[in-house]
């Protein structure tokens, strides 16, 4: 079964990483949902809204044709993230 709005669905989510040092590293991953690949990702020590638009900026660019993007309601997750999107 294939779902018509998949390829215009990216989705996105932090995760913690513990390094060999005991150092916390969150990485952000960025994935297109009708592909199941991996778009992006990126190691940061402290996340930002800021640092997290950047991301989406650098890999999702105006001639890619993604119209959504699922993500949780952290406010890392900020709303100009959606707005830049659509």
Known sequence: ????????I?????????TATFRLVYV??????????????????HPTAEWTLQQFRECVTGDKPYKYVI??????????LDSSLV
């Open 71 to 80: 993500h949780d309601r952290d406010s890392i997750f900020s709303s100009d």
């Open 1 to 8: 079964m294939t779902f018509v709005h998949a390829k215009a």
């Open 10 to 18: 990216v989705a996105a989510d932090f995760f913690i990483v513990v």
């Open 28 to 45: 952000l991953v960025i994935m297109k949902v009708g592909s199941r690949r991996i778009l992006h990702f990126n190691v940061t020590d």
